[in-house]
């Protein structure tokens, strides 16, 4: 699904709600009297406005007459967060994403994500990739069949998994534990950084334990979709042989 660029195509699709649109960019700097309209269009259909600079919208719109406004259309529709939370089970299994920005990854991930049997991935709204066509495509259509629900607040979501006796697993390098000593039977959420910054801080500190996968190279860590199938089919492995 193409991106929409320009003031009034932008407003029109937000007023007739026949696209999918996952967010609003508005260059800085932009001035419009019909900017209002555009943002209150936005906040009526609940879809999210950033101000960026007007070399991003250059670039995402291959220096189309954008004039200052963009929306980025979703491939697919998003789950609802909530259904997520009162869908969980014993054998519940989720992935999180902290931060990852790479739409390839992300494909890949839900891939993954899905092979391995999670019950849903979750992302956050901001400083993320989201549901594009190149997600959808490098995803191999798991989109279509594996929930994945976007939050404001990541660290927040982790809590009220935990509140739901999730246990929530975070996997970074500096992992106290070995991935494959770690019991993954129950309820859990697995939590994975962005590309090159690991986890956040506010992340980290709310998961129950941070597990690492050793390495044996000369290269000091993997690609995050590669760890992501990695942790994944380990937990999988080890659900199966329990049953």
């Not at 039977?185 to 939590?191: D, E, F, K, N, Q």
């Not at 690609?223 to 042989?241: C, I, K, P, T, Y």
Request: charged content about 25%; overall charge positive; aromatic content about 4%.
């Amino acid at each position: 699904m193409a991106n929409i660029y320009g003031l009034l195509p932008v407003l029109e699709a937000l007023r007739a709600g026949t696209k999918r649109i996952d967010r609003i960019v508005i260059a800085d700097g932009a001035r419009d009297s019909r900017l209002r309209q555009l943002i209150e269009a936005a906040r009526s259909a609940g879809v999210p406005v950033r101000r960026e600079p007007r070399v991003t919208l250059d670039r995402l719109t291959q220096n189309g007459n954008h004039q200052g406004v963009l929306a980025i259309t979703s491939a697919a529709d998003y789950a609802d967060a909530d259904d997520l939370l009162t869908s969980i089970t014993p054998q519940t299994l989720f992935v999180l994403l902290d931060g990852v920005e790479d739409p390839h990854n992300l494909g890949a991930i839900i891939r993954t994500a899905e092979c391995a049997g999670a019950a849903g991935v979750v992302v956050p709204e901001r400083r993320a990739a989201h549901l594009t066509d190149i997600v959808a495509k490098t995803s191999a259509g798991a989109v279509n069949y594996l929930p994945v629900a976007r939050v404001t607040n990541l660290a927040a979501f982790i809590e009220s998994l935990k509140r739901r006796n999730v246990w929530v697993i975070g996997v970074e390098q500096s992992g106290e534990t070995n991935y494959h000593e770690f019991d993954y039977s129950g309820p859990i959420a697995l939590v994975f950084g962005g590309e090159g910054s690991g986890l956040h801080r506010l992340v980290r500190e709310r998961c129950d334990m941070v597990v690492s996968i050793p390495m044996r190279g000369k290269v000091s860590s993997l690609n995050v979709s590669v760890a992501v199938g990695v942790v994944l089919f380990e937990a999988s492995r080890q659900r199966n042989s329990k049953k």
